[in-house]
Structures are given as C-alpha cells and as structure tokens.
C-alpha cells in the first residue's frame, strides 16, 4: 500500500520569507499523482499544486512550486514571498494512475506565517 | 455560489445514538466522498460514491454507512457501532464517475466539515 510521510508536524517562517515543506512518499508504481493540498484554519481544504509523476518538469502555481525528485520518492513544496494567508496546515497526497478515485494523504504540516 | 454545504457544523451525540451528517453539492459533480480527520493523523477515506445508487468503502469504513439517492447529496450516518467518532469529518467531491478517470484529476473540493463530538 501506498504511504505519504510528512516529517515536519510544524514549521514557521517570516512574512516575506521562503520556506519548504517536505513530503516523501512509497510507492512501486510507475504512474501517479501528486498533490498539495492547504486547510486554512476554519476554512475549506482547496487544491494548491499538482503533479503527474510522468512529468519531468516540476509543476508552479504563482508563489508555489514543487520539487518532484522521482528516483528518491520526494515531493516538496516550496512557497516563496510567504504572506499572512498562507498559515494554514498543508497535507502532502498520492493519487494512483491506475484504478481508483482514492488519495493517500499525509499527516500534515502546520505552516505558520509570522508577520 | 457553486460549492459544497456540510451540516451540521458542530454536533454533540451521547454514546449509543446515531447521528447522521449532511453533505450537500451543486458543482454538478459525479463523485463524492467522506473523509476523517484526526489531530496529526491526516485524512481518512471512509466511503466514497463514483455515481448515484452506488458506493464503495474505504479504509476506515467498519461502523459507519452512506446513501447515494441523488447526485446532490451524500449523507453519512455514524452508527453506534463506531468505537471512537468524536473526530472532525470532511465530505469532497469530484469530477469522474462512470466517465472514469479521465474526468478525475485528483482535484477533490470540500466543504468546510463537521465536528462530533461523543459525550
């Protein structure tokens, strides 16, 4: 079965700043995909970022880039210009390419952006 | 405004009752999904339903039970059975659906959930 690993519960950074979120992630498939998703406090999960795993260019959404390094499993997400709305907890996902409509999600990482 | 409508938002269940939550969407999407989510323990699939009338279990699915009578709505009922429910529940949905996973992207939008509470 599929596993997401955040290691980092929590994590905090300056207003302005850049900070990396760090996701790893077990797998034998070969096709897959893969999310960031945030949870503002008290408010809706939404989608930041995606990435096919047969993409060799890592995905960017505005202020949010991924680095995706297939060989050793890794997916982070790194947000640059950190700004106060971006606190929130960020959970790593895994989608399979093959079959099903289920995503694997990772425990979370608590980002908190300091002003 | 498109989006999906969960309630209640809070709800407090003595041991031994059922209790059923709402989730209601007007996205016009085929999929739909409920999920749990406990303090440093991620999300949680429970059930999720590819199309109307039918629904699969997830990972966690042992005393709880859906219905998909309408492409709008996807109640859960957690049943006395369910050893541990305080915990915060999200209900998603998707496109896809008998359409497969073409239409599925891996984009899940979600409503802003439920906490139960067991007294």
């Known amino acids: 079965a599929q596993t997401v690993t955040q290691s980092q519960p929590e994590m905090s950074v300056q207003e302005a700043e850049t900070v990396t979120l760090s996701c790893t992630y077990d797998t034998s498939e070969n096709n897959y995909y893969l999310f960031w998703y945030k949870q503002p406090p008290s408010r809706q999960m939404i989608l930041v970022i995606r990435q096919e795993a047969y993409k060799q260019q890592n995905a960017t959404e505005n202020r949010f880039s991924v680095n995706f390094q297939k060989a050793a499993k890794s997916f982070s997400l790194k947000i640059s210009d950190s700004q106060l709305g971006d606190t929130a907890m960020y959970f790593c996902a895994y989608k399979s390419g093959g079959s099903n409509y289920k995503l694997t999600f990772g425990k979370g990482t608590l980002l908190t952006v300091n002003p | 405004d498109g989006g999906i409508t969960q309630s209640p938002k809070y709800l407090f269940r003595k041991e031994g009752q059922n209790v059923t939550l709402s989730c209601e969407q007007n996205l016009n999407h085929d999929a739909m999904y409920w999920y749990r989510q406990d303090p440093g323990q991620g999300l949680r699939l429970i059930y999720y339903?590819?199309?109307?009338?039918?629904?699969q279990k997830g990972d966690i699915a042992e005393g709880y039970s859906v219905s998909r009578e309408k492409k709008e709505s996807f109640p859960l009922t957690v049943t006395s059975a369910q050893k541990n429910p305080t915990a915060f529940y999200l209900c998603a949905s998707s496109r896809g659906g008998t359409s497969g996973l073409a239409g599925f992207t891996g984009e899940l939008f979600f409503g802003e959930g439920s906490r139960l509470t067991v007294l």
């Open positions: 339903s590819q199309i109307v009338n039918d629904f």
